[in-house]
């Protein structure tokens, strides 16, 4: 099991190499020099923070030095200041002389990004297994026609749309939810008990409008995981001596229908911090796709590369931890008799 | 084929544009703004007194083609990267399926904004980057494919017999890996039409006054309580059209793919 | 076995319900009477949203809108404008210009303070102006002050400045830099001082709370120099997306929210409910649209061709069509009916006969009969670029119509503000632009229209350049006799009709809805607009919010 660990710990090197390959190219991609890339209209465009970003980035030197020297950086995980928030930290908390602590920006985001996330998976899985046995129990027959379709239109619905649409109904025209926002305005003055409520008032539209559209992939994936399972032998053996259906299904089937599940989700994290741009706009939530989104449209360069390199090595750690899982889930991986 | 149908009538109805539009969709009319639908207008019109459906047929047009042009880059780069991978195999294998796993690990929609945003944003720019970022699952299928098709006995056989590589290639390997190409390429046509209405509502999108669905969507999510024809006509065709590749995917693999049939 | 998975659904669904009750706590009933007159009184809380997170509070570095809204409640200036646009003493008590015009010296009020307790002095104002020319701080406002020469403060109270030559927009400048404390500020470096997301001002409100994505939070500063405002404590909630905030007014989320023409001609009027508790003001635009050509690129240094567009374009219109009626003509970059506006000054008409003559004096003709002109065998067309805003790609589109009418092939991009700016102002590249300039309430344009002004990230990137139009704007530059002022720039904005670098499209009204509740809001608006008076704005006990009402028994 710990050879495996570090031999899957080591394997994350060359991908991250790759993948400040790719973000220092995308920096790249802004045609001439990056600093001249700001508005001209924008006061923060000055020259000395455009020679600041030069220095930073070492654009004086070949490209191939540049490229050593952010990957130094990179491996130090200082991502330098925002140039569009006040010289703000991009990743984690500074401390000045007079000991006033600065919060970095994905510091501040992240968490809000993580819990909704999170949160939302929960939502998924919690929805997208049940729907899944019971369409794989009634392959073929209307439960399993009607969920098929109710995934299909979660799926192909464009997530803004419905958000808004949900935020009048639910928001404006029957006053059930608040539409937008993290906290209500008076939070502070609440007791703990509403405190939570609050909370999860406002955060029932954020977390559960991307789970439906989350929802008919995995549902989907339980579904055929499931008649997978139905059709092989230990399962027919299983029925042959008698064991009751109840049992068979949920002892046996469904762990083994589960399993890939977790490299599912592992895989699924990508998409979910990339989607997380269009939500946290629409509902006003200061997370990473929101802060992503900002600094794309005010060129905040050290900001967009941090989160770049950020996200992508969150889902490197993630899938990490999906294959640990994995491993100790399988016990055909922890003994070493497949993979790797 | 609900899928079938759904999305050749899509097809139609958007190659027809020009002939069934009721009027010209840039044609601006001062004194018909914000219209309901009515038999003038079927769809209505928008704030500029156009009118929303001849804005949807010709929308169409541009939606349906980012989604092609899109997953056709993706797929030709796809199947390009996988067969070398899957044929060669050796350090070109492993090179290729890191840079997989690379760019499978950068989140995409990241990848796209950040690229449309330093490009500026136009409709080539945006098929060709939505192709660029999703190249990753084609490439693995066909991998896939070459490496167990490699093994039969048939590909053996000619390879024993002298056939060159490129004839092997696209005689038997291509030919016989088809539908699950096919099948993925559906299925990212349609997300590839929600990531551009995805696009246009952050305004990264098609841009005015040219009319793709996402763009006519985002503009009447102002008014959504309001002129609800301005973002129901858009947001169901999004939904009809993606939920139509969707089932046609689906129903492709089904009907092509026998190892589907033994559930 | 059936049994079990009908439950496990019915058990997430009872899950999710009770989330669902958990949170519906709170009914919406509004029964209050809000057209019933109710005394002035204090208390309350306004609540209003922004669309962007101010990076700071400090505006000379900030710069962006949503800081300026802000900090403007914190921060005094030395001067203000009045409701009808003259100015008058903030925190100074008088002025006196010196003879030779060179000197401005300010007498601020006795006992000013600061928030946290410490005197305001001559000092502060001394400081706030070495700091905003310090070759340090990145401003974007030092340039007016930067001509100052020398300032002194002999004492507590007085602030002098001296400027090289007289210069007439100075005034004007003092009332838009907000003083700030010297003893808070000394020895910080501006651009990353905690000052910035923790203020201490001398105005209305005091910062109470920053809520990094969420809010930010004032109320009302019990030692402001200015008085007490009546209205206790101002949210500003950051909602980032217009259709989000359009909700949130409708479900009486927050107080007030600027509108487009739609929403406010069509979308509320047309709805009881929303009538019923929200108020619409109407006060004339800060700024107006026009279409801008780049006088670099032929055939746009043809005086004929600028005409013949100007004429072609119908601008009524555009305000019929993009503002709904909610926008006026204009003839000169000035606010209409104010001193600086030139009342002789007529808008181009609608007049295609005029722009085809003009156009076939400049020697275009449509040869090959395609409907579009032609010059030396090249076809008349060009791109329109603007950014993506609503109104201005609405005209563009109004504009390409006209235009085909006589002739002209327009092609028509919007493009995201960042890209729109590096890629096509900054460097030149481009045809024709609509965009919007602010409608100032001193004269002086230097900036926008002096040929000196052209280069990458300057203003004048349609690189105008008339040698009389340069020497008048020196020339008002140098003039603080106001009627004199006044006759220079009527001749400028003639000159500049006349010469047509620019097509004036419109200038919208600035429209607000505000709740009800709130009450004191002159109509119809002055000159200066609604907000002048917006520490007089009152909420009666009664219209307040349930929760508020709740808390403030909770909190005394």
Redesign the interface.
Known sequence: MLKYLIKRVLWMIPLLIGISLISFFIMHLAPGDIT???????????E??RQKLRELYNLDKPVIVQYGLWLKRMGSLDFGNSF????KPVFWQTN?KDG?V??GMIQ??LPITLMINILGLVITL??AI??G??AA?KYTLWQDKSITLFNFIGFSIPGFWLS?LL??WL??M?????????????Y??LDTWAKI?DS??HL?LPVVIPSVTGLAGITLFVKNGMLDVFHQDYITTARAKGL???KV??THALRNALLPLITIIGLSIPGLIGGSVIAE??????GMG?LFF?SV???DFPVIMGILTIGSALTLIGNLLADLAYAWADPRVRRGVVRN | MVGFIIIVSVFILAMLAPLISPYDP?N?D?KA??LQPSWQHWMGTD???RDVLSRMLYGGRISLLVGLVAVGIATAIGIVLGAISGYYRGWVDTLIMRLVDVMLSIPSFFLILAVI?FL??SIWNIMIVIGLTSWMGVTRLVRAEFLSLSSREFVMASRTLGAKDARLIFTHLLPNSLTPIIVSAVLGVAGAVLMESGLSFL??GV???QASWGNILTDG??????AWWLSLFPGLAILITVLGYNLLGEGLRDALDPRSNNK | ?NN??VS??KN?LY?ICA??I???????KDSSDYNKVYPSQTGG?L?DATI??P??LIYM???ESAAAAISGNIFNKLLKYDKNLDLEGELAESWIISPDQKTITFKLKPNLKWADGKALTSDDVLFTWKLVTDEKT???YASDYQLVKNAVAPDTQTFSVTYEKAYAPALDSWSGLQILPKHLLEKQDI??T?F?RHPVGSHYYKLD?W?????L?LSRNPTSVMGQAKIDKL?T????????Q???L??D?IDSMGL?P??YS??IP??PELQKKLALYKELGNSYTYMGFNLKHKPFDDVRVRKAINYAIDKQ?II???Y?GLGINIASPYKPGTRWSNPELKPYEYDVKKAKALLKEAGFVDLDGDGILERDGKPFAFEIITN?N?ER??S???I??RLKDVGIDVK????????F???F??TGDFDVVVLGWGLGLDPDQFNIWHSSQNQ??QFNFIHYNNPKIDALLEQGRLELNPDKRMKIYHEFAKVLLEDSPIVYLSAGYGLTAIHKRVKGIDTPAPPAGIGYNSHDWYIPEQLRRI??GR?EI??K
């Not at chain 3, 909630?237 to 989000?244: E, G, L």
């Open positions: 001249n890339n700001e508005g001209a209209f924008n006061p923060k465009a000055s000395e923070s569009a928030s006040h010289q000045d006033n600065t919060k501040e985001a919690s929805l049940p729907l046995i019971v129990r808004l935020m009048y928001g404006v029957n006053n059930w939810l608040p539409i937008s926002g993290l906290h209500s305005i008076n502070e003055s409520k999860i008032s029932i009751s259906e109840h299904v949920y706009t629409i509902f006003a939530i200061p929101k900002d449209l005010m060129r | 840039n601006i001062v703004i914000l704030g500029l007194g945003a500026t944003p305004g990264l841009q005015a006054p999510k102002e008014y959504i309580q309001f | 076995m079990l998975n496990l659904v997430t899950f989330i669902f958990a949170s519906c706590g709170k009914p919406n809380m609540i962007g997170e990076s700071g570095v900030a710069g990145r401003s974007p651009h990353t905690t910035a709370s809520t990094h994505g969420e809010n939070k949210v909630r950051i909602i980032p997306d217009n259709s989000a359009f909700l949130e409708m479900a989320n487009d739609i929403k069509r979308i047309a709805r219109e019929d069509g993009v709904l993506q609503k790609e609405k563009a589109v109004l390409q119509r028509i991009r919007a493009i995201e503000w960042a890209s700016i590096s890629r102002i900054k990458p990230g929760e508020i808390n909770a909190e």
